[in-house]
């Protein structure tokens, strides 16, 4: 059983920044892609950001030059830093990790979310 936890939502002004944390738990053998995903209300789920295990990134079009995101392959803990944020920017938050099991089976698993408002 993998688990994800994040953390590092809430209420921030326009302009402000804000970091997110995921840290992923259980039997895992390596970790593929890790990404952020968000939701605003009344939208569909949409890639933010990702990174694979070799480090390359892809971006969001919306968020490039703002956000950055990062990982710790030791700790298995993904990060996102929010830059110059704006109302747009409010959503739910969730990490994705695509992992190998210890059967070196792939897999993919998601957090349960973390709510950032983005106040005007």
């Known amino acids: 059983q993998v688990q994800l936890v994040e953390s590092g939502g809430g209420l921030v002004q326009a302009g402000g920044s804000l970091r997110l944390s995921c840290a992923a738990s259980g039997s895992i053998r390596s970790i593929d892609t890790m990404a952020w995903y968000r939701q605003a209300p009344g939208k569909q789920r949409d890639l933010v950001a990702s990174?694979?295990?070799?480090?390359?990134?892809n971006y969001a079009d919306s968020v490039k030059g703002r956000f950055t995101i990062s990982r710790d392959n030791t700790k298995n803990t993904m990060y996102l830093q929010m830059n110059s944020l704006s109302p747009n920017d409010t959503a739910v938050y969730y990490c994705?990790?695509?992992?190998?099991?210890?059967?070196?089976?792939?897999?993919?698993?998601w957090g349960q979310g973390t709510h950032v408002t983005v106040s005007s």
């Open positions: 994705n990790i695509n992992y190998r099991n210890v059967a070196y089976r792939l897999l993919e698993v």
């Open positions: 990174m694979t295990s070799g480090g390359n990134t």
